[in-house]
Every structure is written in structure tokens, then in C-alpha cells.
């Protein structure tokens, strides 16, 4: 320990004077190893060329191993899971160009790998058993073609072109969601409960959520209809219960701000909440048999109305 906590501070006091040795405060202990397997202290690494690998372990305990030539990325990179010698992360680089990744399962076997040729990334995924996922191309970030395969082999879906349906599962193959693909992006995503009932149909534009989603309970009656806006929940929500709306709650950019209308059975009007910015605040008003009841809030906490104004007054 105190040899690679001597490692560490000469390899500071070199990259202050110059030397470039690649650590950082993560970092506790640092090897340099010369292409030719021969250890080197970071000064001596440095002035030989820096050919070789530079093997560190950080605080949270992953082992990082790092290939140069003159300096520069060429070769394997890895990245252990951390407190194991298990790989995590493998990557391959050409004169410092990231030509490949892959992501590993606990037990070492591929998880996804990533190609990368100049504007274009190649996917491949695997179930944990190891069995082949999907396998995807994209072009400039859009989506150009993806064929997506369950446990069995079977290809359930796929995209051509840039349009088709891609169909997501977990590392296990159990159903995560069917997206619809047009022009490359993502436009609806329905989601689903672990009892393969429907969870939720989310309509994306640009990459964000835009749009009326509507959400379902697992025995797939409908749980809410929300407006977003932008990756935010922008607009008002309905809110159902056994098929019927109980609930009106206005949300801005995220938050419940506001008045929160509540309904009986029928529709009737029960309770109105007054909302600011995510808080019950001000004046609540409860409806029984025909009259009104009003109770007041302030940032979440229930206060007489005499509490309230003098508070707002502060």
C-alpha cells in the first residue's frame, strides 16, 4: 500500500512538472508498464516515449488498464467491475480513435457492444444467458435499420429504412416496450406491467416526450391522461379510478401549480387544492352535502387563514 501511495504522489509531482503521467484524485495507486513488460516509474515512462500501459485503481475500486503508443491511445482499454478482476468495460482505439466498446455482465460475458466507423455505430446486445438481442445501425444518431429477437431466436420485430417497430426486453427477455420508429427517432413507446399488461403510451418529437400520455393500472384500466411538454409534464392531468375521473390537477413544467379539482362518483365536485409550484398552498375547499368548507395551507403545512396571511405577509 505505501509503495502504490508512492506511486500515486510521484506520478502528481510529474504531471505538475510536465511529465504528463495520466492520474487524478481518484486515482490511489498507478503502474507504467513498458510495451516490452518492463515496470517504470511515471518520470522514466514518460521520457522513454510513454509505449506501453498505464494500470490504475481508483477509489471505488475499479482497475483501469490503458494501452499507448507515444502517448496516445492504441489498443485495449479495460475497466474491472469495482473490487474485481472481472471485466466491465472493453474498448479498442486506432491512434486515439474509439473504434469499438463493450459492456459486460457480472459473470464476463458481453452485454453490448458498440462499432463506432465515422458517423455510423453499429449495436449489438445480448440476453444474459447469451443469447443474441438485437442488433441495431445508426447513421448520424438516427435509427437506419435494427432486427430485435426474443429468448427463442424468434425476430419479433424490426426497422428498415428508418421506420419499423423495435421491441425491447430485459437482460432476462422480459417485455420492457414496443417503440415506434419514423425517419430514425423514436415517436410512441408503449410500455408494459410484468403481467404483459399495458403500462403506458408516451408520444416522443425530437427525442422528448411531447404530447398527451396516457398511463394504465396492471388490470389495464386507465390510470391518467397527462399533456407534456417538452420532457415535462406541461398541461392538465386527468386522473381515473376504476374507469372514472376522480381528479383535474394542473401541472407546470414539471409541477403541480394550480387548482386540483377532485370528483365523486358521478362527477360531482368534492375538493378544490391550490397549488404553487409542487406545494399545497392557500386555500383547499371541501364540498359535503351541499356546502363549503375551507381549509388553508401554507408550503404544505394545514394553517388557520389568520397563520396564512400573516405568514404571506412576512
Not at 490503458?66 to 474498448?91: M, Q, S, W
Not at 423495435?166 to 420492457?176: F, I
Amino acid at each position: 500500500m505505501k509503495k502504490c501511495q508512492i506511486l500515486y504522489y510521484i506520478a502528481l509531482v510529474s504531471l505538475l512538472t510536465g511529465c504528463q503521467p495520466r492520474c487524478s484524485n481518484e486515482v490511489v495507486c498507478e503502474t507504467y508498464v513498458h510495451r516490452y513488460g518492463v515496470p517504470l516509474d511515471p518520470q522514466d515512462w514518460s521520457e522513454r516515449g510513454q509505449h506501453g500501459q498505464v494500470i490504475s485503481t481508483r477509489k471505488d475500486g475499479v482497475v483501469v488498464s490503458k494501452t499507448y503508443e507515444a502517448g496516445v491511445l492504441n489498443g485495449e482499454v479495460t475497466y474491472t467491475f469495482p473490487h474485481r478482476d472481472v471485466i466491465a468495460r472493453r474498448c479498442f482505439y486506432s491512434n486515439g480513435h474509439l473504434d469499438q466498446e463493450t459492456y459486460c455482465y457480472s459473470n464476463g460475458m458481453p452485454h453490448k457492444q458498440i462499432s463506432y466507423d465515422d458517423a455510423q455505430e453499429n449495436v449489438l446486445c445480448w440476453y444474459e444467458s447469451g443469447a443474441p438481442q438485437l442488433k441495431e445501425t445508426y447513421i448520424n444518431g438516427l435509427l437506419i435499420q435494427g432486427e430485435y429477437f426474443d429468448l427463442s431466436q424468434q425476430r419479433e420485430s424490426s426497422v428498415l429504412d428508418q421506420n419499423g417497430l423495435r421491441t425491447l426486453r430485459d437482460d432476462y427477455g422480459e417485455l420492457l416496450s414496443v417503440d415506434e420508429i419514423e425517419h430514425g427517432q423514436l415517436v410512441l413507446r408503449r410500455t408494459y406491467h410484468s403481467n404483459g399488461a399495458p403500462e403506458a403510451v408516451t408520444p416522443y418529437s425530437n427525442g422528448v416526450i411531447e404530447g398527451k400520455r396516457w398511463t394504465y393500472q396492471p388490470g389495464g384500466e386507465p390510470a391518467t391522461l397527462e399533456e407534456w411538454n417538452n420532457n415535462f409534464q406541461h398541461g392538465n392531468t386527468e386522473v381515473f379510478e376504476n374507469g372514472e375521473k376522480i381528479a383535474d390537477r394542473p401541472y407546470v413544467y414539471g409541477k403541480i401549480h394550480g387548482v386540483e379539482r377532485c370528483y365523486r362518483e358521478g362527477g360531482n365536485l368534492v375538493q378544490e387544492n391550490h397549488w404553487t409550484q409542487g406545494e399545497k398552498h392557500g386555500r383547499c375547499h371541501n364540498y359535503f352535502n351541499g356546502e363549503r368548507r375551507t381549509d388553508w395551507y401554507f408550503k404544505n403545512r394545514l394553517v388557520n387563514r389568520g397563520t396564512y396571511e400573516a405568514l404571506c405577509n412576512q
